[in-house]
């Protein structure tokens, strides 16, 4: 593993240009091979391949193809998927190994869950754990509403597997809510990677209620240089760092991958900074 945070981008950092559901499709979609050559163009070095390009939709072929055009750019691939079925999990674990990955991410359903939809995720993740042992992989679960931070850590710990952790994502707990303080302090000990996602508070125009929207890494509400600092606290280190975006629609699809891709800019130049003053680099 290496001994510093890594920067890496995703599918998930340019979801217009790859297309949003309910949307207008951008002319020319962005596929793998455009968002490995994003990666070179800002320099990061992972990617990470999520649902909204769902790898299980490759075939064979073209899922060594990726593996090989990773390989050959000096980039390191991570896979990404939604569930914690154990079949439709044994199967990424498997398209995961395939890539030449280490890590696959998945997340729950965004709606909040209970105890018994919590023993349900822990007694299907033992179910893969003797197919991540196999392989090697990782699987790092994402932090969202479904369950508090607390109950996620405890899931990890109950599990107790170095081949099960945390995609600690810097937003999506929002939704249940808990402040990023509360879910750093109980999950960064368990990161295997970071989803680093800024945003912004405001209230509507009426004064009755709040708007939580998307911005640029660094120009919302995130403290990544805590973050940062928190995960090599917490022995951390080497995991990566893949920038994740929440742009809105802007009124045509234009425009929104435009700014998408003006985000890229801002937010890997921001984060690369940040990464290098916290872990003491030039």
């Known amino acids: 593993m290496p001994d510093c945070l890594q920067l890496g981008i995703g599918s998930w950092t340019l979801p217009w240009a790859i297309g949003v559901k309910g949307y ?3 002319q020319a979609p962005l596929g793998w091979i455009g968002l490995l050559e994003k990666a070179l163009e ?3 070095s992972v990617v990470q391949i999520a649902d909204n390009l769902p790898l299980h939709e490759f075939p064979d072929q073209e899922l060594d193809q990726l593996r090989e055009a990773a390989s050959g750019r000096g980039l390191a691939l991570e896979a990404g998927t939604r569930s914690l079925d154990p079949e439709h999990l044994a ?3 498997a398209i995961t190994h395939r890539i030449g990955a280490r890590v696959l991410r998945t997340v729950l359903s965004g709606s909040l869950l209970g105890l018994r939809q919590l023993a349900t995720a822990e007694k299907n993740i033992r179910e893969v754990l003797p197919h991540l042992e196999e392989t090697g ?5 994402e932090n969202n509403e479904a369950f508090g931070a607390l109950e996620f850590a405890g899931l990890i710990e109950r599990l107790d597997s170095p081949h099960v952790g945390i995609c600690l994502d810097t937003a999506n707990s929002l939704g249940r809510p808990e402040t990023l303080e509360t879910v750093i302090r109980s999950l960064a000990q368990h990161a295997v990677v970071l989803h680093a996602k800024d945003y912004d508070i405001h209230r509507i125009d009426n004064r009755m209620g709040f708007s939580v929207v998307g911005t640029a890494a660094g120009e919302g509400r995130v403290d990544f240089g805590y973050v940062f600092r928190e995960l090599h606290r917490h022995g951390r280190a080497g995991i990566s760092v893949i920038l994740e975006h929440w742009p809105p629609f802007t009124g045509t699809i234009e425009q929104t991958v435009r700014l998408e891709q003006d985000w890229l800019s ?3 130049s921001f984060l690369r900074n940040k990464l290098s003053a916290t872990q003491g680099t030039p």
């Open 137 to 141: 992989v990782t699987l790092a679960l």
């Open 91 to 93: 199967n990424y674990i």
């Open 266 to 268: 801002r937010s890997t």
């Open 24 to 26: 207008p499709p951008p």
């Open 42 to 44: 800002v320099k990061a």
